[in-house]
């Protein structure tokens, strides 16, 4: 083996070791069982329910250290997002958030919903506005229950 080759390999080790790990941010799930980007689905997919408001959440982290991988921070925030949009639909009552939308404000004032995340990145700051619509399931009518 040539010198050469010799170096070319300590390189490449070195330089792997000193690849900044992508997991110095928490992961966040997305709660699907009480948020949904459209109507309930799954159990409560037909359940009736009550509308009680709009309810929104922020999200902001640093992304001075990314490294080309902003999409899925994006999607981590924004299941960070979906879970305090939750929370705040819970402090009125509410059992569930339907409708949730990513929000984003264009530079020439407009405002764009979106159903997939979508966030705002200054270069120092990454943010995440999400709006959705918190509802009250009713009571199951056991009269309506049928059995098999």
């Keep these: ?4 080759s010799v170096v070319l390999i300590l390189f ?8 900044p790990e992508r997991t110095n941010h ?11 980007t459209d109507l309930p689905t799954g159990a409560e997919e037909n359940r009736p ?5 709009w309810v929104r959440a922020k999200t902001d982290w640093p992304t001075l250290d990314q490294d080309g991988y902003s999409q899925s921070l994006c999607k981590n925030y924004f299941n960070k997002a979906s879970a305090s949009l939750l929370k705040e639909a819970k402090k009125v009552g509410a059992d569930a958030v339907i409708q949730v939308r990513s929000v984003v404000f264009t530079l020439d ?8 995340p979508e966030c705002s990145d200054d270069g120092a700051v990454g943010e995440v506005l999400l709006r959705g619509i918190a509802i009250k399931f009713k009571p199951l009518d056991e009269k309506r229950v049928i059995s098999r």
């Design 109 to 116: 004032g407009r405002t764009e919903e979106h159903s997939t």
């Design 49 to 53: 329910y009550k509308i009680l408001g």
């Design 12 to 19: 490449f080790c070195v330089s792997c070791v000193s690849v």
């Design 1 to 4: 083996m040539s010198r050469r």
């Design 26 to 36: 928490p992961q966040y799930l997305f709660p699907e069982k009480w948020v949904y």
